[in-house]
């Protein structure tokens, strides 16, 4: 499967994103406006905070029947024996978040809701539908910024797998890609 790649600020790009949405669920956007510094910083701070102790994190767990928060193997994907061994953090607009992570994270989660609000309008512009996506995306709390630390698999854990076949239970997912893929920015976006 060949994967569009996309620069966020081409005249074509609305119809060339919503082409390899539809062609194969996924597109690569190139060049977004995303400060890379900002992202960097985001990485440094949440990869300091996944060091802490478990008690730590726990603060923020997920409570029972709520969303945003901390969790550790909580996802089991597709058929998967065993679930991921991964450690999130869910940042909704309402999650509390550490004190040294508000600031960055907001900024961050703020920076890719926009870029996220354009890639509907994109899809609303050159697809038939019978409701704007723009409604549902500007009055729902349900956008999230997903922060994900993979832990090093221990002995023990040499059955778990970082992350099984899976599908995504939001309507447009955007996935930084690591610079040693690609030379410019870029994040993966998929539906």
């Known amino acids: 499967m060949k994967i569009s790649r996309v620069n966020y600020h081409s005249p074509a790009t609305g119809q060339a994103v919503v082409e390899s949405l539809q062609k ?3 597109c690569i956007l190139v060049n977004p406006p995303l400060d890379d510094q900002l992202v960097e910083y985001n990485y440094q701070l949440w990869h300091k905070w996944f060091q802490q102790t478990g008690k730590q994190k726990g603060r923020f767990a997920i409570m029972p029947g709520k969303i945003g928060g901390y969790a550790i193997n909580r996802e089991k994907a597709q058929a998967a024996k065993y679930p991921d061994h991964k450690e999130i953090f869910d940042c909704y607009r309402h999650t509390k978040l550490p004190n040294e992570l508000k600031q960055s994270t907001f900024q961050l989660s703020s920076a890719l809701h926009q870029i996220g609000a354009e890639c509907i309008k994109w899809i609303e512009n050159h697809c038939k539908l019978s409701r704007p996506l723009t409604q549902i995306i500007d009055h729902s709390n349900r956008s999230v910024l997903r922060v994900a630390y993979y832990p090093a698999l221990t002995g023990l854990q040499a059955h778990n ?4 076949p899976h ?12 610079k040693p893929f690609f030379n410019s920015p870029c994040y993966a976006l998929g539906w």
């Not at 797998?161 to 099984?164: I, L, M």
């Open 24 to 26: 194969n669920g996924f």
């Open 167 to 178: 599908t995504d239970i939001n309507m447009l997912t955007i996935q930084h890609i690591a």
């Open 161 to 164: 797998q970082r992350v099984s």
